[in-house]
Structures are given as C-alpha cells and as structure tokens.
C-alpha cells in the first residue's frame, strides 16, 4: 500500500473480532500506510460494536447491528474510546506556544 502524504497523528480503533473489516486486512495496513497513525485493537469487539446503543425496539429490528458477543459492554466502548482519543492528541501534538 502506498503512503499517504498525511502527517497528522492518526488513531485507528478496530475491534479483534471485527468480521466485516478485519484488522489484518483493513485496519493494520492502513496503519502502516499513515505517518504517525497507531493502531488500538480492542479485544472482543465486533465491527458493530461500534454504533450506539438501541432501544429494545431498535434491537428487535436490526439485531445483527444491536448484538454483541457475551461479556462486551457497548457503553463502556464508547467511554473508552472516547477517554483515549484527548490522551492520544495530547502525546501526539505539539503543545500551543
């Protein structure tokens, strides 16, 4: 793959048992194509893990999107996620003079 002319830092998020977008196959070699990209696989989620939570409603009607395998927290991916991208800028950036 060729790389990219970006030389911003980059956070890629995969889940390890993504089996829409592998990680070996999409997100690994993305990765090594970006200047300054790291890669954070999380174990056990899937790619769906990924879309909010639903409602009882929103899950009986797209289940395939609203299930996820035993012991994965949603809500807790998304706080995780979310508390890592501000730390990630921080290392990454150069501080404001």
Same mark, same amino acid.
């Given at each position: 793959?060729?790389? &990219?002319?970006?030389?911003?830092?980059?956070?890629?998020?995969v889940? #390890?048992?993504?089996?829409?977008?592998?990680p070996? &196959?999409? +997100?690994?070699?993305?990765?090594?194509?970006?200047?300054? &990209? %790291?890669?954070?696989? @999380?174990?056990?989620?899937? !790619?769906y #893990?990924?879309?909010? #939570?639903?409602?009882? %409603?929103? %899950?009986?009607?797209? %289940? +395939?999107?609203?299930?996820?395998?035993?012991?994965?927290?949603?809500? +807790? @991916? !998304?706080?995780?996620?979310?508390?890592?991208?501000?730390?990630?800028?921080?290392?990454? @950036?150069? &501080? #404001?003079?």
């Amino acid at each position: 793959m060729k790389r &990219a002319g970006n030389t911003a830092p980059a956070p890629i998020v995969v889940g #390890s048992d993504d089996d829409r977008a592998a990680p070996g &196959a999409n +997100a690994q070699p993305i990765t090594k194509a970006i200047p300054n &990209a %790291k890669l954070d696989i @999380l174990r056990k989620f899937t !790619h769906y #893990s990924f879309p909010p #939570s639903r409602n009882e %409603k929103g %899950k009986q009607y797209v %289940k +395939a999107v609203c299930t996820d395998p035993a012991g994965v927290d949603r809500d +807790a @991916l !998304h706080q995780q996620v979310t508390a890592r991208a501000p730390e990630f800028f921080t290392r990454t @950036l150069p &501080a #404001s003079p």
